[in-house]
């Protein structure tokens, strides 16, 4: 059987340019398109074509390698600089320019803030070619890790405990520098020694440092490599890192808003997701949906207020979703007497108010009758007896339990995995983002919005195809 081989020295008459390396339907022209659509102005990038030094490479062409590059999983600076001389896609999108690692990594920083709303853009861009109805807002937030290690992590007893070692060490090294004769200055033990007490000193000014920040700043934690982080829990574990938000709208699962919090759960954010999709939107939404790590009454209540629905189930209702026999909605309240009945009959009365957590707190009037119920153990585990907290806004949460059970609830909020957790999916696996590569809020909030933004463009080009999304932009 023959063999077809190549030559690679094989000389043409008319060399091919970068152009015809590129087909008509590659992704990259997709992408090409869509940056120059782009106001650099209205990002907050300032055009200067007749600045005085040395020539900038253009901010367009750097945002598409950023953005480009995002999109196939390939993020460092040194990785962007290898494909731009290796990889033709890149070649062809940045016309044959060549940036090196520093100056990649310099545009990053740069345009932390034109990044952060390149997603605002992108969604107006989809409104105008209709893919965002507005009607539906789905809310979800993923943990992702910081570029910090856990291990960085202080509080103010770990930081005086380091010091008072410090302190302990620094005094042993001079300790011991007195102990050499003074006559043999160029003892190797001597300068290593005194290398170490150098080192020691830094680390004893970093951590006095890290203290006057715990106590100015009145936080539990701070880590010194990136102090704006926070200690996340999630299925790998405890990491350093950040609460990435994302508003997913209901027609073809394009994220309208994109957010970076530091906090380790939801709770808080609900009201602020919404609104800022909806200042994209320049309008309200009629329904807005989440799961119940959202299921905070005074973020609800701040929506439900604006006339949109809420449909976020409540941790009562998952609870009995688990079949859990003991939740408190199996406990009837007695509005008369302001009291608790259990399912046994027994009373728990009103104990106190708690308004750091905005709610009412009832107890059993004697705790033996919880020890010597056969439910003991099952409905309570507690040497005190059962416990229930009743929200101020307790008749608001119960309409809103109520909402949430409707036909046509429950149809909303089935579409909600399939809607909200792709786009994680998206990029966590097919994106490759296990970690932020910027530190503080402003830099992983302009990495969140270019996350959200190549997926938006992926989705509007399984929509369009490469071809007809080019023609649809030139359109707008």
């Known amino acids: 059987m023959a063999y077809i081989y190549g030559n690679r020295y094989q000389s043409t008459m008319f060399p091919e340019s970068i152009e015809d390396y590129v087909s008509k339907d590659d992704p990259v022209r997709a992408y090409d398109a869509f940056v120059e659509t782009l106001d650099l102005k209205e990002l907050g990038v300032d055009i200067e074509e007749v600045k005085v030094g040395n020539p900038a490479y253009n901010p367009k062409a750097m945002i598409k390698l950023i953005v480009y590059g995002c999109s196939y999983g390939v993020r460092s600076s040194r990785k962007l600089e290898r494909a731009c001389n290796h990889n033709i896609s890149f070649m062809w999108l940045m016309e044959g320019l060549k940036p090196d690692h520093k100056t990649i990594a310099e545009a990053r920083r740069n345009y932390k803030e034109p990044l952060k709303n390149i997603l605002k853009q992108c969604a107006k861009l989809c409104i105008k070619l209709d893919l965002i109805e507005g009607n539906t ?112 709208d209901e027609k073809h699962g394009i994220i309208v808003n994109s957010d970076v919090v530091a906090a380790c759960n939801d709770r808080n954010q609900f009201s602020e997701q919404i609104e800022q999709a909806n200042k994209t939107l320049e309008t309200k939404c009629k329904n807005a949906c989440a799961d119940a790590g959202y299921a905070n009454i005074k973020e609800l209540k701040k929506v439900d207020e604006q006339s949109i629905n809420v449909i976020v189930p409540s941790q009562e209702q998952i609870s009995e979703a688990r079949g859990e026999q003991f939740n408190k909605d199996h406990f009837k309240y007695d509005y008369k007497n302001n009291s608790y009945i259990c399912p046994k009959g027994e009373v728990l009365k009103h104990i106190k108010k708690d308004d750091r957590n905005s709610s009412d707190i009832y107890m059993i009037t004697d705790k033996a009758l919880c020890h010597t119920c056969v439910h003991f153990g099952v409905c309570t585990k507690s040497r005190d007896g059962r416990t229930i907290r009743r929200n101020f806004d307790e008749a608001i949460m ?79």
Do not use: W
């Open 137 to 248: 807002l789905f809310v979800d937030g993923s943990k992702i890790r910081a570029n910090a290690s856990i291990n960085n992590t202080f509080t103010k007893e770990r930081a005086e405990t380091l010091l008072t070692d410090i302190d302990k060490r620094i005094q042993q090294i001079l300790d011991e520098c007195d102990t050499i004769d003074e006559k043999e200055q160029n003892n190797p033990s001597l300068v290593k020694l005194k290398a170490e007490l150098k080192d020691t000193n830094k680390l004893k000014t970093k951590v006095e440092q890290i203290m006057k920040e715990l106590t100015n700043t009145n936080k539990e934690k701070i880590n010194s490599t990136d102090p704006e982080c926070v200690n996340v829990h999630g299925r790998q574990g405890t990491h350093a890192g950040y609460n990435g938000q994302i508003v997913v």
């Open 398 to 476: 119960k309409q809103l339990e109520a909402n949430y059970k409707k036909q046509e609830s429950q149809a909303i909020f089935s579409l909600r995995k399939q809607k909200v957790e792709l786009p994680f999916g998206h990029m966590k696996r097919n994106l490759g983002i296990n970690a932020f590569l910027l530190k503080g809020l402003a830099g992983v909030k302009a990495e969140m919005s270019i996350f959200s933004t190549c997926f938006n463009i992926a989705r509007m080009i399984t929509i369009f195809g490469v071809a007809g999304f080019i023609e649809k932009l030139a359109t707008v």
